[in-house]
């Protein structure tokens, strides 16, 4: 927490506000990362991580100012600022140590799955034994696979079970931005101390650096002293150390000494069970699983793509008063979320509404029907077919398709697409309107 006793009361007071007024998953995953800076002749500098600063900015500036206002009177306006931005304000960054951890990132919130179970053993042996397990750790991948979410379970684990040590996180941003000021002022004393003396270094985005060798030289040496000193040294990056060509070949050789681990983006086992722990008590795993399983399948770009897409279907979901079904999910994801964060819709895969109407409008049904209870013998064809379809064209699984067809069980889906692929070897008029209808969902015709 700050030093400032104004700001520390004015902040806490400020949080507890936030988290009375503001929906738990707003809160959660676009507030809490705030963090006090300093409060400075009427304006309260508060720092947001980098990727959604300007979106903090426009979205909530307003009510954080007459929020803060209505708690410290003292308060006429509220920035937020970067990391960068956060250090020049910060005045010493010594009055800094240890605040930029996010206190929702620790190891029991964390996902473990088949692409990151090596790194979240290796980052909880880092923290168990600091210096003595893996030293430095390197973990690298693509964004939003949890390279931060690890660098911050590791410093608060260590924060709560040993209060001796130092424990500093940093963004490769604000080691720069640091650094520059520390030139510019004169105060590399203080700089090195702030750096150098951690028993925890935490530094994230390290590529960053990469292009710039003037800080790339004073990491070899802040590196150099925290490894010399007994420290613990956890980076993460969005690619290996032989990724970066142009960051110094000593500082790259530094940190290939050390356990380098890769992480991959969750596969959809990993991403389903995000969604479950995210989802908490607000749904029921057995009534929402074909919602839940849709969800995971279609977003697949990042964790992060992921909670925000949860967060827009509760939100959608509450707002509207519908409940959460496969449709509802679809439509989201359709219309409120673009292409690229859709894995389905930007593959061109037809709906299961989609696929439900052109069969009927086939075989002269009402959609309807394949929902209901009718088992006249054309509806029961058409029904077969269209879970056919669906097995065929989308990637869901047997009890979302089941869903959509009235609630019928996986193993219904199941036997329709064996009737259904039968068929398709000795029936030719079946043959003929499968081709024809996949002709209409613009797939290629089915090949026997």
Request: proline share 6%.
């Amino acid at each position: 927490m700050p030093e400032d006793p104004q700001l520390e009361s004015t902040w806490t007071a400020f949080l507890e506000r936030l988290r009375n007024e503001i929906p738990a998953d707003v809160y959660r995953i676009w507030l809490q990362p705030l963090r006090p800076v300093t409060l400075s002749e009427g304006v309260l500098y508060i720092q947001a991580p980098k990727q959604t600063r300007d979106w903090i900015r426009r979205r909530f500036g307003g009510a954080l100012c007459k929020l803060a206002a209505s708690i410290d009177a003292s308060v006429t306006a509220v920035e937020v600022v970067s990391d960068a931005e956060a250090a020049r304000r910060g005045g010493s960054p010594m009055d800094r140590r240890g605040r930029r951890l996010n206190p929702a990132y620790r190891f029991e919130e964390f996902v473990i799955g088949a692409g990151n179970r090596f790194a979240h053993a290796a980052a909880l042996a880092a923290a168990e034994l600091p210096a003595q397990a893996y030293n430095p750790l390197f973990l690298h991948g693509p964004p939003g696979v949890g390279k931060t979410h690890l660098l911050h379970a590791i410093g608060n684990y260590t924060m709560v079970n040993d209060r001796a040590l130092d424990v500093l996180y940093a963004t490769g941003e604000a080691f720069t931005g640091d650094f520059t000021s520390a030139i510019r002022a004169g105060h590399m004393d203080v700089f090195k101390q702030h750096y150098r003396g951690p028993d925890l270094m935490l530094l994230d985005d390290v590529q960053f650096i990469e292009s710039k060798p003037r800080t790339g030289d004073e990491l070899l040496h802040t590196f150099d002293a925290l490894i010399s000193g007994g420290a613990q040294v956890v980076i993460a990056a969005d690619r290996a150390p032989a990724g970066m060509p142009a960051l110094d070949s000593r500082l790259r050789d530094r940190f290939e000494s050390g356990l380098v681990i890769n992480l991959d983006p969750p596969d959809f086992e990993t991403r389903l069970s995000i969604v479950h722990k995210r989802a908490g008590t607000w749904l029921s795993a057995s009534d929402h699983l074909p919602a839940l399983e849709l969800l995971a399948r279609q977003v697949s770009s990042s964790i992060h793509a992921l909670e925000g897409a949860l967060i827009r279907v509760r939100a959608y979901a509450s707002l509207t008063q519908q409940p959460l079904t496969t449709a509802l999910v679809e439509h989201v994801l359709g219309h409120l979320y673009s292409a690229d964060g859709v894995r389905g819709r930007a593959a061109g895969k037809p709906s299961i509404d989609r696929i439900q109407e052109i069969t009927c409008g086939a075989l002269a049904l009402d959609p309807a029907d394949l929902s209901s209870a009718k088992r006249g013998r054309q509806v029961v064809y058409a029904r077969q077919v269209a879970m056919y379809l669906c097995r065929e064209l989308t990637d869901l699984s047997l009890p979302a398709i089941g869903q959509r067809f009235g609630g019928r069980d996986h193993t219904t889906v199941l036997h329709a697409h064996r009737q259904v692929r039968g068929r398709l070897l000795t029936d030719e008029p079946t043959r003929q309107l499968v081709d024809n209808l996949m002709e209409q969902l613009g797939t290629a015709p089915q090949k026997s």
